[in-house]
């Protein structure tokens, strides 16, 4: 009967044993995971940062261009009147 105790005590050890190598395999691949998570959200956060970015300087652009073009069509508008700062000078003398 001791023979059976200590075989089947032998059998529980092992089965702990093993039960803990799961769990700490377990808890290795759930680290694992998070890490690849979290550098996969980095990478997202940093290129959406460098869209952003460049989004903004397309943006700037357009509107710098916008704005010379509409001054350019002013300063048409004006000259065709006869109303420019430039040709105002020489009716007036």
């Not at 044993?17 to 377990?26: G, L």
């Not at 940093?46 to 397309?58: L, N, R």
């Amino acid at each position: 009967m001791s023979s059976q105790n200590f075989n089947a005590g032998q059998a529980k050890g092992h089965a702990q044993a093993k039960t803990q190598e799961w769990v700490e395999s377990a808890k290795d691949t759930a680290q694992s995971a998070r890490d690849k998570t979290a550098d996969a959200a980095s990478a997202t956060s940093d290129s959406c940062q460098q869209k952003k970015e460049e989004a903004s300087g397309f943006l700037q652009q357009t509107g710098e261009q916008v704005m010379n073009m509409a001054h350019g069509a002013m300063e048409g508008v004006k000259n065709t009147l006869g109303v420019n700062d430039n040709t105002s000078h020489s009716h007036n003398k």
